[in-house]
Protein backbone atom coordinates (compact mmCIF):
# COMPACT_ATOMS: atom_id res chain seq x y z
CA UNK A 1 0.00 0.00 0.00
CA UNK A 2 1.15 3.31 -0.49
CA UNK A 3 1.55 5.72 2.33
CA UNK A 4 2.68 7.30 5.21
CA UNK A 5 3.98 4.97 7.72
CA UNK A 6 4.70 5.61 11.50
CA UNK A 7 6.28 3.58 13.97
CA UNK A 8 6.06 2.67 16.66
CA UNK A 9 2.26 3.52 16.96
CA UNK A 10 2.19 3.68 20.90
CA UNK A 11 5.26 4.76 23.08
CA UNK A 12 5.43 4.80 26.71
CA UNK A 13 8.77 6.10 28.50
CA UNK A 14 10.06 7.37 31.55
CA UNK A 15 10.89 11.23 31.91
CA UNK A 16 14.36 12.29 31.13
CA UNK A 17 14.30 8.97 27.98
CA UNK A 18 15.57 9.26 24.87
CA UNK A 19 13.53 8.32 22.05
CA UNK A 20 12.91 8.33 18.40
CA UNK A 21 9.81 7.90 15.99
CA UNK A 22 10.74 6.61 12.51
CA UNK A 23 8.31 7.87 9.44
CA UNK A 24 8.67 6.50 5.91
CA UNK A 25 6.77 7.54 2.75
CA UNK A 26 6.72 5.65 -0.45
CA UNK A 27 4.92 8.32 -2.47
CA UNK A 28 7.51 9.92 -4.11
CA UNK A 29 6.42 13.18 -2.11
CA UNK A 30 9.20 15.81 -1.66
CA UNK A 31 8.53 17.32 1.40
CA UNK A 32 7.86 15.56 4.44
CA UNK A 33 6.40 17.18 7.95
CA UNK A 34 6.43 16.70 11.68
CA UNK A 35 3.26 17.82 13.41
CA UNK A 36 2.17 17.54 17.44
CA UNK A 37 -1.40 17.41 18.31
CA UNK A 38 -1.60 18.05 22.04
CA UNK A 39 -4.71 16.76 24.53
CA UNK A 40 -6.42 19.73 23.54
CA UNK A 41 -6.51 18.23 20.35
CA UNK A 42 -4.64 20.96 18.03
CA UNK A 43 -2.86 20.10 15.14
CA UNK A 44 0.50 22.15 15.42
CA UNK A 45 3.32 22.17 12.66
CA UNK A 46 6.98 21.34 14.15
CA UNK A 47 9.52 20.93 11.25
CA UNK A 48 9.16 20.60 7.49
CA UNK A 49 11.98 19.23 5.19
CA UNK A 50 12.14 19.82 1.71
CA UNK A 51 14.97 16.77 0.01
CA UNK A 52 16.16 16.36 2.90
CA UNK A 53 16.35 20.20 4.00
CA UNK A 54 15.06 21.82 6.68
CA UNK A 55 12.33 24.45 5.50
CA UNK A 56 10.43 25.25 8.43
CA UNK A 57 11.57 24.87 12.33
CA UNK A 58 8.60 25.97 14.71
CA UNK A 59 9.86 27.17 17.91
CA UNK A 60 10.49 23.75 18.95
CA UNK A 61 12.76 22.89 22.80
CA UNK A 62 16.40 21.99 20.92
CA UNK A 63 15.16 18.41 22.61
CA UNK A 64 13.88 17.69 19.14
CA UNK A 65 16.20 16.60 16.47
CA UNK A 66 14.59 16.02 12.88
CA UNK A 67 16.66 13.82 10.81
CA UNK A 68 16.09 12.86 7.28
CA UNK A 69 18.14 10.52 5.63
CA UNK A 70 16.75 10.55 2.45
CA UNK A 71 13.55 12.60 0.71
CA UNK A 72 11.01 9.16 1.84
CA UNK A 73 12.18 9.38 5.48
CA UNK A 74 12.13 11.94 8.25
CA UNK A 75 12.77 10.78 11.80
CA UNK A 76 12.07 12.31 14.91
CA UNK A 77 14.45 11.76 18.16
CA UNK A 78 13.34 13.58 21.39
CA UNK A 79 16.31 13.89 24.32
CA UNK A 80 15.50 14.06 27.72
CA UNK A 81 11.97 13.37 27.56
CA UNK A 82 9.09 15.84 29.54
CA UNK A 83 5.59 15.16 30.75
CA UNK A 84 4.93 18.10 28.40
CA UNK A 85 5.87 16.03 25.27
CA UNK A 86 3.00 13.20 25.79
CA UNK A 87 0.67 14.27 22.77
CA UNK A 88 -0.20 12.08 19.29
CA UNK A 89 2.55 13.09 16.78
CA UNK A 90 1.76 12.72 13.29
CA UNK A 91 4.36 12.32 10.11
CA UNK A 92 2.97 13.82 7.24
CA UNK A 93 3.93 14.25 3.27
CA UNK A 94 3.48 16.12 0.22
CA UNK A 95 4.68 16.88 -3.48
CA UNK A 96 5.80 20.35 -4.78
CA UNK A 97 3.83 20.29 -7.80
CA UNK A 98 0.47 18.86 -5.93
CA UNK A 99 -2.25 20.06 -3.48
CA UNK A 100 -3.12 16.78 -1.37
CA UNK A 101 -0.95 16.08 1.88
CA UNK A 102 -0.94 12.83 3.19
CA UNK A 103 -0.49 11.74 7.07
CA UNK A 104 0.38 8.83 9.23
CA UNK A 105 -1.56 7.48 11.85
CA UNK A 106 0.13 9.14 14.70
CA UNK A 107 2.64 8.05 17.49
CA UNK A 108 0.92 8.10 20.71
CA UNK A 109 4.01 9.29 22.90
CA UNK A 110 3.30 8.89 27.19
CA UNK A 111 5.89 9.97 29.14
CA UNK A 112 5.22 9.10 32.80
CA UNK B 1 -2.15 32.24 6.25
CA UNK B 2 -5.10 33.70 6.20
CA UNK B 3 -7.69 32.51 8.88
CA UNK B 4 -10.78 31.06 8.65
CA UNK B 5 -13.46 30.24 11.36
CA UNK B 6 -15.43 27.10 11.25
CA UNK B 7 -18.73 26.08 13.89
CA UNK B 8 -16.82 24.35 16.68
CA UNK B 9 -19.87 21.06 16.36
CA UNK B 10 -22.63 20.16 13.91
CA UNK B 11 -25.26 17.54 14.39
CA UNK B 12 -26.94 15.46 11.23
CA UNK B 13 -28.59 12.54 11.04
CA UNK B 14 -27.33 9.20 8.34
CA UNK B 15 -28.09 9.30 5.29
CA UNK B 16 -29.19 13.44 5.11
CA UNK B 17 -26.85 15.75 3.65
CA UNK B 18 -24.38 17.87 5.43
CA UNK B 19 -22.99 20.99 4.42
CA UNK B 20 -19.97 22.65 6.60
CA UNK B 21 -19.34 26.30 6.79
CA UNK B 22 -16.45 27.62 6.41
CA UNK B 23 -15.27 31.62 6.52
CA UNK B 24 -11.93 33.48 5.43
CA UNK B 25 -12.77 37.00 4.67
CA UNK B 26 -9.36 37.64 4.27
CA UNK B 27 -8.27 34.86 1.87
CA UNK B 28 -6.05 36.00 -1.18
CA UNK B 29 -6.23 35.78 -4.48
CA UNK B 30 -3.55 32.96 -4.61
CA UNK B 31 -4.77 31.35 -2.00
CA UNK B 32 -6.63 27.39 -2.54
CA UNK B 33 -9.22 26.36 0.10
CA UNK B 34 -8.90 23.20 1.51
CA UNK B 35 -10.11 20.74 3.56
CA UNK B 36 -9.34 17.59 5.65
CA UNK B 37 -11.04 15.21 8.36
CA UNK B 38 -9.97 13.60 10.95
CA UNK B 39 -11.38 10.42 12.48
CA UNK B 40 -11.42 9.37 16.02
CA UNK B 41 -7.76 7.99 16.28
CA UNK B 42 -6.40 8.68 12.97
CA UNK B 43 -4.34 11.09 10.72
CA UNK B 44 -5.72 14.12 8.72
CA UNK B 45 -7.17 12.69 5.29
CA UNK B 46 -7.36 14.64 2.52
CA UNK B 47 -11.05 15.44 1.17
CA UNK B 48 -10.95 17.98 -1.55
CA UNK B 49 -9.65 21.82 -2.53
CA UNK B 50 -10.68 24.28 -4.46
CA UNK B 51 -9.85 27.87 -6.11
CA UNK B 52 -12.77 29.45 -7.19
CA UNK B 53 -15.01 27.06 -9.08
CA UNK B 54 -16.97 24.67 -7.32
CA UNK B 55 -15.52 21.00 -7.24
CA UNK B 56 -16.82 17.72 -6.79
CA UNK B 57 -15.22 14.18 -6.03
CA UNK B 58 -16.17 11.00 -4.81
CA UNK B 59 -15.99 12.05 -1.22
CA UNK B 60 -17.64 15.58 -1.16
CA UNK B 61 -18.52 18.90 -2.87
CA UNK B 62 -17.19 22.28 -2.65
CA UNK B 63 -19.19 25.36 -2.72
CA UNK B 64 -17.24 28.85 -3.23
CA UNK B 65 -19.09 31.83 -3.15
CA UNK B 66 -18.84 34.15 -5.73
CA UNK B 67 -16.18 36.61 -3.29
CA UNK B 68 -14.43 33.54 -1.78
CA UNK B 69 -14.78 34.38 1.37
CA UNK B 70 -16.46 31.76 2.25
CA UNK B 71 -16.87 28.30 1.56
CA UNK B 72 -19.10 25.20 2.50
CA UNK B 73 -18.20 21.40 2.12
CA UNK B 74 -21.04 19.11 0.99
CA UNK B 75 -21.33 15.72 2.29
CA UNK B 76 -24.40 14.47 0.05
CA UNK B 77 -25.43 11.62 2.14
CA UNK B 78 -23.55 11.28 5.73
CA UNK B 79 -22.69 7.97 7.17
CA UNK B 80 -21.84 6.97 10.30
CA UNK B 81 -18.28 6.81 9.23
CA UNK B 82 -18.43 10.55 8.43
CA UNK B 83 -18.04 11.43 11.68
CA UNK B 84 -15.23 13.47 12.16
CA UNK B 85 -13.30 16.85 12.73
CA UNK B 86 -13.36 18.64 9.56
CA UNK B 87 -10.96 21.29 9.55
CA UNK B 88 -10.71 24.43 6.60
CA UNK B 89 -7.61 25.54 5.51
CA UNK B 90 -6.24 28.06 3.26
CA UNK B 91 -2.81 27.46 1.63
CA UNK B 92 -1.47 29.59 -0.69
CA UNK B 93 1.07 27.40 -3.06
CA UNK B 94 1.86 23.81 -4.00
CA UNK B 95 2.89 21.17 -1.49
CA UNK B 96 5.81 22.85 -0.26
CA UNK B 97 4.23 24.32 2.57
CA UNK B 98 3.02 22.87 6.08
CA UNK B 99 -0.84 23.07 6.52
CA UNK B 100 -1.51 25.54 9.69
CA UNK B 101 -5.07 24.04 11.30
CA UNK B 102 -7.69 25.31 13.16
CA UNK B 103 -9.76 23.96 15.69
CA UNK B 104 -12.45 22.66 12.89
CA UNK B 105 -15.93 21.68 13.05
CA UNK B 106 -16.52 18.20 14.79
CA UNK B 107 -19.48 16.84 13.09
CA UNK B 108 -21.82 14.22 14.81
CA UNK B 109 -23.59 11.72 12.93
CA UNK B 110 -27.10 10.44 14.14
CA UNK B 111 -28.27 6.93 12.93
Known amino acids: DTAVSQTPKYLVTQMGNDKSIKCEQN?????MYWYKQDSKKFLKIMFS???????INETVPNRFSPKSPDKAHLNLHINSLELGDSAVYFC???????????FGSGTRLTVV | DAKTTQPNSMESNEEEPVHLPCNHS???????IHWYRQLPSQGPEYVIH???SNVNNRMASLAIAEDRKSSTLILHRATLRDAAVYYC????????????FGSGTRLQVQP
Open chain 1, 92 to 102: ASSHRNSYGYT
Open chain 1, 27 to 31: LGHDT
Open chain 1, 49 to 55: YNNKELI
Open chain 2, 26 to 32: TISGTDY
Open chain 2, 50 to 52: GLT
Open chain 2, 89 to 100: ILSGDTGRRALT
